[in-house]
């Protein structure tokens, strides 16, 4: 029985997708700004409004029957208010201008926000407006004559790498809530996720033990910036003792000179197999050294940063790790 019921959710999505994508095959991906135009909005009455309908048509059935005058002008009255609720919920959306603001790169586990600014250039308030992202609750809305008011979309980063909002849907049933006006915006825009910061000596074991940060005692004039593997005659003092406990291999702690000189982050220096645990002990070693004001650089498979300082080599860095081994179709 569930197996059939999320068969029948599966299609029912895809059938959903496949219209969506037909009703807007003509509307290209925006780049910055979307006025809402006649031929991008759509309107189809809601379920109270299938119920009005319905009720109107009884009404006139009896006032037929019964020929009564007063029936016919109660019934021809809630018609007439019907259309122009119909009019009023179409005209809540034409002629707004939503314009994307520049989204600021997050680490995965925390929230991307997407903002949009809506500009109600006309005389007329727009009240009850939604505006929604895909298996996301709406974010609800208004925006004052000759006003403009920012929406705000919290979206969760839950890995490394791009993230696109996709299709957004402004919607409204303002006044009466008997029609449903919706339009589709299809904005070219995405956020860098970088990858979660793990302490080279924190990495995830899988069984339970202690995870929380060593204490690393250096010693004066020295900063620990990662490992590498064991080389006969390296001291005991600088054994990696967590990591052989937790992987059975030997690992050296590395340490460079506070005073002047460069230091490298490698990624064939780092305790760990998979590709995604080093990404983020590197993303840790970057936020570190770039808070001490260290020059450092950056090796990866393919790729290499020469040492420098400042904001711009950190976030060329971040970058870096953020596209790491991407799929053609999720880059940037």
């Given at each position: 029985?569930?197996?059939?019921?999320?068969?029948?959710?599966?299609?029912?999505?895809?059938?959903?997708?496949?219209?969506?994508?037909?009703?807007?095959?003509?509307?290209?991906?925006?780049?910055?700004?979307?006025?809402l135009?006649?031929?991008?909005?759509?309107?189809?009455?809601?379920?109270?409004?299938?119920t009005?309908?319905?009720?109107?048509?009884?009404?006139?059935?009896?006032?037929?029957?019964?020929?009564?005058?007063?029936?016919f002008?109660?019934t021809?009255?809630?018609?007439?208010?019907?259309?122009?609720?119909?009019?009023?919920?179409?005209?809540?959306?034409?002629?707004?201008?939503?314009?994307?603001?520049?989204?600021?790169?997050?680490?995965?586990?925390?929230?991307?926000?997407?903002?949009?600014?809506?500009?109600?250039?006309?005389?007329?308030?727009?009240r009850?407006?939604?505006?929604?992202?895909p298996?996301?609750?709406?974010?609800?809305?208004?925006?004052?004559?000759?006003?403009?008011?920012?929406?705000?979309?919290n979206?969760?980063?839950?890995?490394?790498?791009?993230?696109r909002?996709?299709?957004?849907?402004?919607?409204?049933?303002?006044?009466?809530?008997?029609?449903?006006?919706?339009?589709?915006?299809?904005?070219?825009?995405?956020?860098?996720?970088?990858?979660?910061?793990?302490?080279?000596?924190?990495?995830p074991?899988?069984?339970?033990?202690?995870?929380?940060?060593?204490?690393?005692?250096?010693?004066?004039?020295?900063?620990?910036?990662?490992?590498?593997?064991?080389?006969?005659?390296?001291?005991?003092?600088?054994?990696?003792?967590?990591?052989?406990a937790?992987?059975?291999?030997?690992?050296?702690?590395?340490?460079?000179?506070?005073?002047?000189?460069?230091?490298?982050?490698?990624?064939?220096?780092?305790?760990?197999a998979?590709?995604?645990?080093?990404?983020?002990?590197?993303?840790?070693?970057?936020?570190?050294?770039?808070?001490?004001?260290?020059?450092?650089?950056?090796?990866?498979?393919?790729?290499?940063?020469?040492?420098?300082?400042?904001?711009?080599?950190?976030?060329?860095?971040?970058?870096?790790?953020?596209?790491?081994?991407?799929p053609a179709?999720?880059?940037?």
């Amino acid at each position: 029985m569930k197996t059939a019921t999320a068969w029948l959710g599966r299609t029912h999505q895809g059938l959903r997708e496949r219209a969506i994508r037909w009703i807007t095959r003509g509307q290209r991906p925006e780049g910055r700004q979307l006025t809402l135009d006649r031929r991008c909005i759509y309107i189809l009455p809601t379920r109270q409004g299938y119920t009005f309908a319905l009720v109107l048509v009884v009404m006139l059935l009896g006032a037929i029957n019964y020929s009564n005058s007063m029936a016919f002008m109660l019934t021809f009255l809630l018609a007439a208010l019907g259309a122009n609720s119909m009019w009023h919920t179409h005209r809540n959306l034409l002629g707004l201008r939503i314009t994307r603001q520049p989204a600021t790169p997050v680490f995965a586990g925390q929230t991307a926000q997407f903002t949009y600014t809506v500009d109600n250039p006309s005389r007329v308030s727009r009240r009850g407006l939604l505006l929604e992202a895909p298996e996301q609750s709406p974010t609800e809305f208004s925006v004052g004559a000759r006003e403009n008011t920012p929406v705000t979309l919290n979206l969760r980063a839950r890995r490394r790498g791009v993230l696109r909002p996709g299709r957004l849907r402004l919607h409204t049933r303002y006044p009466l809530g008997l029609f449903r006006a919706w339009s589709w915006l299809n904005f070219d825009e995405s956020v860098l996720i970088y990858p979660q910061p793990i302490p080279v000596e924190q990495t995830p074991s899988g069984d339970g033990e202690d995870t929380e940060p060593q204490a690393t005692r250096n010693r004066a004039g020295e900063e620990f910036t990662g490992v590498r593997a064991y080389a006969p005659g390296d001291s005991p003092r600088r054994l990696d003792w967590k990591a052989l406990a937790r992987t059975g291999d030997m690992y050296t702690k590395e340490f460079h000179e506070l005073q002047g000189g460069q230091t490298w982050l490698d990624w064939e220096h780092l305790p760990a197999a998979d590709v995604e645990t080093r990404l983020s002990m590197l993303c840790h070693l970057v936020l570190e050294a770039h808070g001490k004001k260290l020059r450092f650089g950056l090796r990866m498979p393919g790729v290499e940063i020469e040492p420098a300082t400042g904001e711009r080599h950190r976030q060329r860095c971040l970058e870096q790790l953020a596209c790491f081994a991407l799929p053609a179709g999720e880059s940037p």
